[in-house]
């Protein structure tokens, strides 16, 4: 079993919906959680950290649930540039080794 | 600011053939990383260093070395290239490691 799990998607929203991913974790001793970006052959990007206690940045919400072991990502109102490849990533505290799923990809549809 | 810069961009090589993936990043960070990137694997990290003279493995480090001799630059060596390591090599950075990595425009690399 993957260390981090993502649903490969893709995911085909039409402009203005809103939808959400979610990324499950296994080892219990992970500590930081992020979220990134990243287009057709480019190099990842990030798009936000993710606290226990969730936080927004602009129309991304992204949470954390460390019971069930997963983190979620929540975007409003899409719009055609958000179509990309996104990524969760985990990292266990004092080692900075940066777990990454295999992304979740997303097409906005016009 | 630079950031984090890879070369070459793109590389072919021949079977058995050795090379060093150069990376340097401007940004006095201290944390820096290697991940190569396979199409349904996602990226996986190679090797990883804390600082200047320390350096650990990750997740997939056979066939490749790295050293970190100076804050800025952390080069990845291919001891003696395989088809399997075909892959898209990217290097990362970070000033400290829960704030997120910065990564480089990656290094295409086509092993025949």
């Known amino acids: 079993r993957k260390e981090v799990e993502q649903d490969p998607g893709p995911f085909n929203v039409p402009e203005g919906a809103t939808v959400a991913f979610n990324c499950t974790y296994s080892n219990s001793a992970s500590q930081s959680f992020f979220w990134y970006r990243q287009d057709c052959r480019k190099e990842p990007k990030l798009l936000m950290s993710?606290?226990?206690s969730g936080n927004e940045d602009g129309r991304f919400t992204a949470q954390l649930n460390r019971a069930s072991q997963y983190i979620s990502l929540l975007i409003r109102d899409s719009k055609l540039s958000d179509s990309a490849t996104y990524l969760c990533?985990?990292?266990?505290?004092?080692?900075?080794?940066?777990?990454f799923g295999t992304g979740t990809r997303l097409k906005v549809l016009a | 600011n630079a950031g984090v810069t890879q070369t070459p961009k793109f590389q072919v090589l021949k079977t058995g053939q050795s090379m060093t993936l150069q990376c340097a990043q401007d940004m006095n960070h201290e944390y820096m990383s290697w991940y190569r990137q396979d199409p349904g694997m996602g990226l996986r990290l190679i090797h990883y260093?804390?600082?200047?003279?320390?350096?650990d493995q990750g997740e997939v480090p056979n066939g490749y070395n790295v050293s970190r001799s100076t804050t800025e630059d952390f080069p990845l060596r291919l001891l003696s290239a395989a088809p399997s390591q075909t892959s898209v090599y990217f290097c990362a950075s970070s000033y400290e490691g829960t704030r997120g990595y910065t990564f480089g425009s990656g290094t295409r690399l086509t092993v025949v």
């Open positions: 993710v606290y226990s």
């Open positions: 260093s804390v600082g200047a003279g320390i350096t």
């Open positions: 990533v985990s990292t266990t505290s004092g080692t900075y080794k940066y777990i």
